[in-house]
């Protein structure tokens, strides 16, 4: 099981057991307004959160995406492109 599967695993078991825990699920692209919900680290792997909806998506991390979130807010849009975090959506501003 990797890391993001037994994250995913433990966060569903404790909502199972009715805890207010949102559903987790692992990381599919094609997500549009994907929120940063939080970094977690599970067994040496760093994992980002990302708030779409109601469900929370699980990714695992390369190094470069690490630095990148770690300049982010919890609630910042992200962009995500090839599995690497691209950072913040940015706005057009005229």
Same mark, same amino acid.
């Given at each position: &099981?990797?890391?993001?599967?037994?994250?995913? !695993?433990?966060?569903?078991? +404790?909502?199972?057991? =009715?805890? #207010?825990?949102?559903?987790?699920?692992?990381?599919?692209?094609? =997500?549009?307004?994907?929120?940063? !919900?939080?970094?977690?680290?599970? #067994?040496?792997?760093?994992? %980002?959160?990302? +708030? !779409? #909806?109601?469900? %929370?998506? %699980? &990714?695992? &991390?390369?190094?470069? $995406?690490? $630095?990148? %979130?770690?300049? &982010? +807010?919890?609630?910042?849009?992200?962009?995500?492109? #090839? =599995?690497?975090?691209?950072?913040?959506?940015?706005?057009? $501003?005229?």
């Amino acid at each position: &099981m990797t890391p993001a599967e037994a994250y995913i !695993a433990e966060r569903n078991a +404790k909502r199972a057991a =009715g805890m #207010d825990v949102a559903l987790h699920a692992p990381f599919v692209p094609g =997500g549009e307004d994907l929120r940063l !919900a939080g970094v977690r680290t599970v #067994d040496g792997q760093a994992l %980002v959160l990302l +708030k !779409a #909806d109601e469900v %929370v998506l %699980v &990714m695992p &991390m390369d190094a470069l $995406s690490v $630095s990148r %979130v770690g300049r &982010m +807010k919890v609630g910042d849009r992200v962009v995500i492109r #090839d =599995g690497v975090v691209q950072g913040r959506a940015r706005r057009r $501003s005229r």
